[in-house]
């Protein structure tokens, strides 16, 4: 649920500030600072899933990348690895075909937010710049949950960083970081060509950010975006937890 909200709310932006008939291009004439509007508002939608309570039960992994990380720094167990991917890139199709729902036509004019390097970037060049906006985005979480003092900012932290990442990268790349975000849109649009690009590409930079953080001098102290102690979690963590319920004693 809280990838296909991502999905729905972050594409409509794309919609409403580049589709035809755009009210914001009145508004806002500069590409770029659509472009940065678009991002703070795709951002924005991340960030308030992971301060919902859905968020805060989930741990709001609302990319495979980032569980991928996680579970490389071995806070995310296996089977729960395969669970979240799985419902990711479920929920990444289940907003990419409301999008389309609500918006047709606008949607389609803009891709149904299809994420797809720009005429004339190679595809390694494309992989290359992906895979290092997703190890910045990764090593930022990563900076913020080795702290409990910090460990709270971890989605305003995230919301500053795709901002920028999208403004500065979505003229080349489109700006995935999320695998799940691209597939959905690449489905209901019907061009899968370049997918691969944005399938392989957040998935190493997370690796190599996972690979970078081993050096580092802290250990995460949570694998949440936004730690909730009232809530349980399946996820490991240092922080304190809500207690599972004790299991019934007797027949």
Known sequence: MG??????FGLSAVTLDFGPHSPVASVVPSPSARLLLTGVLFAGAGALVTVSPMG???GAHLNPAV??????QRHVHLHDLVGYVVAQ?????????????AWDGRAAAVGFGRT???????????????ALMTGLLILVIFSFLSSPRTARWTPWAVLVTVALEVWRGAPYTGTSLNPARSLGP???SGHLGGLWIYLVAPLAGATVAAGVWVLAPRALVTAK??????????LRSLLPTRPAPALASGS
């Open 56 to 58: 805060r039960r989930s």
């Open 89 to 101: 890139c479920a929920g990444g199709l289940v907003g990419a075909e409301a999008l389309r729902l």
């Open 3 to 8: 990838t296909a909200l991502l999905v729905f």
């Open 67 to 72: 569980t991928l990380a996680f579970w490389l």
């Open 116 to 130: 797809a390097p720009r005429p004339g970037l190679g595809p390694m060049a494309a992989i290359g710049l992906e």
């Open 186 to 188: 690449a489905i209901v």
């Open 225 to 234: 975006l936004f730690h909730d102690p009232r809530y349980r979690s399946v």
